[in-house]
């Protein structure tokens, strides 16, 4: 759980960070960029431990957790990006 909390903290970031610094009507352009980092993060993560055991459910966990913080940010922002 230790490598997963990063990427989720990470999502919470980035979601924060579009909804503070982005247009309204670019939110939903740059969300899918969060998610896109915090892929990447995911992996280079599990890869920089370098433990075979759980893998799959650490990977599996950082990213789903990732999906719905950024489900949640984009049911909060797509309303405001279409009204823009």
Known sequence: MKS?????????LGAVSVAVLAEPENYLVFLPVVLGVTTLLTFGIQLGIRRKE??????????????????LATAVLAPISFAA
């Open 4 to 12: 997963v909390a990063p990427v989720w903290l990470v999502a919470v």
């Open 54 to 71: 759980g893998y799959v459910n650490r990977v599996t966990a950082s990213v789903t957790g990732a999906v719905v913080i950024l489900i």
